[in-house]
């Protein structure tokens, strides 16, 4: 219960700034200047947020005020390639006066061109529930999704057509109300020519929360490029974190930051180095898998499953033959209606061997280890 909590606060952090699909004309990834939100190592320094524009420019200005329910702030499609950064970060004291800190950070990339994909790493530190994940990279590509986990090993799965888990979260749910006003015009961003906004606690909607939690704006800032999205979010205030504490009773400080880098180059999305994979993408398997194998999916190679055009009796040959070159015997074997069951040993290893029908003409193959 716990940790659903945790991936459902996670997701709610991170509706803002993944709804954000950067779409700039005068952008390059490659002309960051200083801003201490920005921790992607594609950038080659820190994003100038205070940089004013020469006077003598005569460049438009933005208006006054935005509305922060106006949904083109947040894209609600990715159609340009970005780097993106994330972090959240509460610090505080419990009853005992001993502290209590954690934090989530997040940093990656999307693409649309060459191939659509994405790229996030993430890192967890003292959140309440997720002591044995700490880390997790998560790669989206057209054909196949990985995600690698140290304390897991990789996880890959099939993905027949493109559809990112983060394409879900372009919808702010009311994360923010109401309209903010100009504070600072002319100011550049990783190069982006942005003006930055002021909010305050009235913007700030409950929708965002857990309940029970709660959030007190000490300083809101919200920079939005010439062409209308938002580039960068800062905000800092006092409350609870379920996510971290898992006590609602403790308060402390709370830290966000979001920051963009829009770039007209193009970006490459690659499986985790971590994940065994061919050329092809496709993971590595101790298992027998088919030449003609689709829809594979890879849990840590302990879990492997993929469908195939072979019939059942050559399927069931093959995977025999497979596994006796392994070393591996065959202790049961069992027929039940269309479904074949098949289990093997070798020493202390056990292998099970399930294929049945799936509905469309082929076989559904499943093995796991234990």
Not at 134 to 146: A, E, M, S
Not at 203 to 215: C, H, Q
Request: aromatic letters at 10%.
């Amino acid at each position: 219960m716990r940790k659903n909590k945790l991936f459902l606060f996670l997701t709610i952090l991170i509706i803002t700034a993944l709804a954000c699909s950067a779409t700039s004309g005068d952008n390059d990834a490659n002309n960051a200047g200083n801003d201490t939100g920005n921790k992607n190592e594609n950038s080659d320094s820190q994003a100038d947020e205070d940089q004013n524009e020469p006077s003598g420019q005569n460049l438009p200005t933005g208006p006054n005020e935005i509305s922060l329910e106006n949904q083109d702030l947040y894209l609600d499609y990715f159609d340009k390639n970005y780097l993106m950064d994330f972090s959240y970060t509460f610090s505080g004291e419990d009853s005992t006066g001993a502290d209590v800190s954690g934090s989530f950070e997040m940093s990656g990339k999307y693409a649309v061109d060459p191939v659509q994909g994405a790229d996030f790493e993430m890192t967890m530190e003292g959140l309440a529930g997720a002591e044995e994940v700490g880390y997790i990279h998560f790669v989206d590509t057209p054909t196949r999704d990985y995600v690698y986990i140290p304390a897991s090993g990789c996880i890959s799965f099939g993905n027949n057509e493109f559809s990112s888990p983060f394409d879900s979260f372009s919808d702010t749910e009311g994360m923010f109300v109401g309209t903010a006003e100009l504070e600072e015009k002319g100011v550049r961003v990783s190069g982006i020519l942005a003006d930055r906004y002021k909010l305050t606690q009235e913007n700030i909607s409950n929708t965002g929360l857990e309940i029970g939690e709660t959030f007190e704006l000490e300083e809101g800032l919200i920079w939005v490029a010439r062409e209308g999205y938002m580039i960068k979010l800062v905000m800092e205030g006092k409350g609870n974190s379920l996510a971290i504490t898992d006590n609602l009773d403790l308060l402390g400080d709370i830290k966000y930051d979001i920051l963009f880098i829009p770039s007209d180059d193009p970006i490459i999305i690659s499986p985790p180095a971590e994940c065994d994979v061919d050329e092809a993408g496709q993971p590595g398997s101790k298992f027998p898998i088919t030449e003609d194998a689709t829809n594979i999916s890879n849990i840590a190679d302990q879990i492997v499953t993929y469908t195939t055009a072979m019939s059942q009796s050559d399927l069931q040959e093959f995977v025999k033959n497979e596994m006796e070159n392994q070393g591996y015997s065959i202790t049961t074997q069992s027929i039940s209606g269309s479904t074949v069951s098949i289990q093997f040993v070798n020493g202390s290893s056990t292998i099970n061997f399930i294929a049945f029908p799936d509905g469309t003409g082929k076989i559904s193959v499943n093995f796991s280890s234990f």
